[in-house]
């Protein structure tokens, strides 16, 4: 069973729960959370990997390169040139 991460939409409305996220096992069958249990505020979905990246800055090419990533450009072509 996945666990999903939910927040809330508006966090300073929520309540102590969805204000910071929660987890939330639920069978991929249910249809996802809208509002908490707690206070029935409106709750979004987050596509959870370690660190949320929709609260981080994007990387720049540069620190990408330094933290050894390959980075790939995609070309107008459709081909993809390794910077
Ligand atoms: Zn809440």
Redo the contacts with the bound molecule.
């Keep these: 069973m996945p666990t999903y991460f939910y927040i809330?939409v508006k966090p300073e409305e929520?309540?102590i729960?969805?204000?910071k996220g929660f987890e939330l096992r639920r069978p991929m069958t249910r249809p996802p959370l809208t509002e908490?249990p707690?206070?029935?505020?409106p709750?979004e979905k987050i596509i959870q990997p370690v660190n949320t990246p929709r609260f981080t800055k994007p990387l720049s090419v540069s620190d990408a390169r330094s933290a050894g990533f390959t980075i790939l450009e995609k070309r107008s072509d459709g081909s993809y040139e390794k910077l």
């Design positions: 809330a929520g309540c729960r969805c204000r908490c707690l206070c029935k505020k709750v």
